[in-house]
């Protein structure tokens, strides 16, 4: 064999040997990339690529009812991101039972539906329903206003924080990971909150509260005033927040925030997510799932790493 078909020969091998499972709260995941709620939907993305080669899909966060979302203008560019005021408009969970998960059944992947609740009451009515369907996991989006607190989120405050988890852990089937926002002061203080109150795992970053004006015509762009600003600019406060929360909970932790490509997958995996999910890469890039991980897979193989742990003890602070 020649140097080069040796060489090659070696690659394969080392493409073999690679094993990038992971186990989020009990569920095996067959690499450590989902997609982030709210930039996934299995007909859209479907088309693009082969849902089955991810880990695991997320959906977009369903509520008891139908949400009408916010008024239009509700998207706007900015540097290194963008910024959403869509107000998780979704069709409910009817819809998303009937429609939704039936377009999923059928892929090799594990299946997490993010629920989303203006009230206790409503985050555990999804979760009633959810309880019966096929889903692996629940991801609950504590960013959503509290109605019957006068529209404070849930997730700023520990103590709400920590009743929502309690009463949906109470009756959720299945495990419970709760998504944490990042507009808050203390973010260690919350994921505590959650972990006391059982959550499974937890997930971060949502968006980051943000606005734009339009100085020509001196007026707001978004008509919600305010959005959520995600994408590759938000990839530094989301990686300082995985590192702190890594650091105050043992549960497992899903890392996310401007994942764009290969390696910063294995940045948020060292400073302790267990595993990642990618958002807005996929709105200009439909296939960014998949290509970011084949890119984790060519940068395993060029450091030598064999596992997803492997890479984790790579870091050394
Ligand atoms: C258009 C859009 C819709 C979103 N919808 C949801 C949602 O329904 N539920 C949720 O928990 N997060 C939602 N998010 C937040 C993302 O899941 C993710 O947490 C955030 O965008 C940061 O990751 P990224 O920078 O990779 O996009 C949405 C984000 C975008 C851009």
Known sequence: MNGNRAAAAGVQQAAKALDLRV???????????????GTFSARESGAFYDISRLGAVTTKGVAEVPWAGNPS??????Y?????????QNPGIDAY????????????????????GHSIEEYCAVVERLNESSVDMLEINISCPNVKEGGIGFGVDPAQAATVTKAV??????????????????????AKAVE??????ISLINTLLGMRIDAR??????ANKTGGFSGPAV?????RMVYQVRRAVKIPIIGLGGISCGEDVAEFLMAGADAVAVGTAALTNPTAPVDILEEFKAYMQEMGFATVADVKRAFRE
Not at 81 to 86: C, E, F, K, T, Y
Request: aromatic share 2%; charged share 20%; glycine share 8%.
């Open 23 to 37: 186990s989020i709260a009990g569920v095996e995941w067959k690499n450590p990339i989902t997609t982030a709620s």
């Open 73 to 78: 203008p509700r998207i706007a560019e900015t």
């Open 80 to 88: 290194g991101g963008m910024l959403n005021s869509v107000g998780l």
């Open 97 to 116: 039972l009937n429609e939704e998960l039936p377009c999923l059944a059928g892929f090799d992947t594990k299946v997490i539906a993010n629920v989303a």
């Open 169 to 190: 852990k109470a009756i959720a089937k299945k495990p419970v990971i709760i998504k944490l926002t990042p507009n808050v002061t203390d973010i260690t203080a919350i």
């Open 196 to 201: 006391d109150a059982g959550a499974d795992a």
């Open 217 to 222: 015509k001196g007026r707001l762009v978004l």
């Open 235 to 239: 990839k530094p406060v989301a990686l």
